[in-house]
């Protein structure tokens, strides 16, 4: 390869906070940033899973922090990204992952599960944002960040999400209105709107007849993998993605094309 093509597809030297990292999309995402050449702060509630993760990224070679966090209190948010720069030296990317999905049909859900995802999937992306980029523009290199939306801000494939897919619809104009916002101080912000992924939180449902029911209507015929969302967020948060900022990128196998 041309070393101009992989400087363009890496982000060597680069710090980046991945949220919800300690399994799933975050573990993937990390993996990938990291094998590009990034140092990551590993973020999530659960503490040994931040550890177990932040030592695979330095079996790779990589500095790696492991941070015990809720992404929806304000104090402990702005302490993980001081201790990312004390620590790492600078912040460059921030990559907001960490979300929870508990379904409840909508007749029956309670107003403490519709705040309990809020606050997590939409409160947390903002704090998180508000702090990274602050600490991204006192760097004075710009940066990037990457929130995790999903198809579902689109169409809704099923009941019992209706507080998920808001959340998600929020995360999706609050991608544009930061990046409109930030990108005087040179940071891009982009989201990702995955379908169907693999995980340790989603291989219940989908083993449990979801994957079965949804592939006919995914052109690729397969669900994705951890590794593969954080091929895309290793793009939007590199060199090759310079130009790129406020989209939301579909990554579903086609399935919104049916």
Not at 18 to 33: D, F, P, S, W, Y
Not at 123 to 131: P, S
Not at 156 to 174: D, E, I, Q, R
């Amino acid at each position: 390869m041309h070393p101009e093509i992989e400087q363009l597809f890496g982000v060597a030297g680069q710090v980046a906070i991945v949220t919800g990292a300690a399994a799933g999309i975050g573990r993937g995402v990390a993996r990938r940033l990291a094998q590009a050449g990034a140092d990551v702060a590993v973020a999530d509630r659960d503490a040994a899973g931040t550890e177990r993760v932040a030592g695979e990224i330095r079996a790779l070679g990589r500095r790696a922090l492991a941070v015990q966090v809720d992404v929806a209190d304000e104090a402990a948010v702005a302490a993980m990204v001081d201790r990312t720069v004390a620590e790492l030296g600078r912040l460059d990317i921030l990559v907001n992952n960490a979300g929870i999905f508990p379904a409840a049909k909508l007749t029956d859900m309670t107003a403490a599960q519709w705040d309990a995802v809020m606050a997590v999937n939409l409160r947390g992306v903002f704090l998180c944002t508000r702090e990274a980029a602050r600490a991204i523009r006192a760097g004075g290199r710009g940066g990037a960040i990457v929130n995790l939306s999903s198809i579902e801000s689109f169409r809704p494939s099923f009941p019992g999400v209706a507080h998920y897919s808001t959340s998600k619809g929020g995360v999706n104009l609050f991608t544009r209105s930061a990046a409109l916002e930030l990108a005087r101080d040179g940071i891009r912000v982009n989201a990702i709107a995955p379908g169907a992924v693999r995980t340790e939180g989603t291989a219940p449902a989908l083993d449990a007849g979801l994957e079965k029911a949804m592939l006919p209507r995914i052109p690729l015929r397969r669900v994705s993998t951890p590794e593969e969302i954080g091929a895309v967020v290793l793009f939007l948060t590199s060199p090759a993605a310079s130009y790129v900022t406020g989209a939301t990128l579909v990554a579903d196998g086609g399935y919104l094309l049916t």
